[in-house]
């Protein structure tokens, strides 16, 4: 006996999210941007949603900047 699954309609919310902005969003700003969307789930049950999804966020390279000024 498979119990329905309870979370369909947030992991489809959660890979749109996601698509639209190109896999930088990591489970934070997922989600709150399913908040701002009407759905209130904690940020655990989704951090859990993105592994199973297979969902990682891109990590943008942060530029060098050389901290000793003009020599």
Do not use: P, W
Not at 1 to 29: F, P, Q, S
């Amino acid at each position: 006996m498979h119990r329905a699954d309870k979370y369909t309609d947030v992991k489809a919310e959660i890979v749109t999210i996601y698509h639209e902005n190109k896999g930088r969003y990591g489970y934070r700003r997922i989600t709150a941007e399913l908040r701002n969307r009407g759905f209130y789930y904690n940020h655990k049950t989704i951090q859990r949603l993105m592994k199973l999804l297979g969902l990682v966020c891109r990590v943008r390279i942060k530029k060098y900047r050389s901290y000793k000024g003009e020599v």
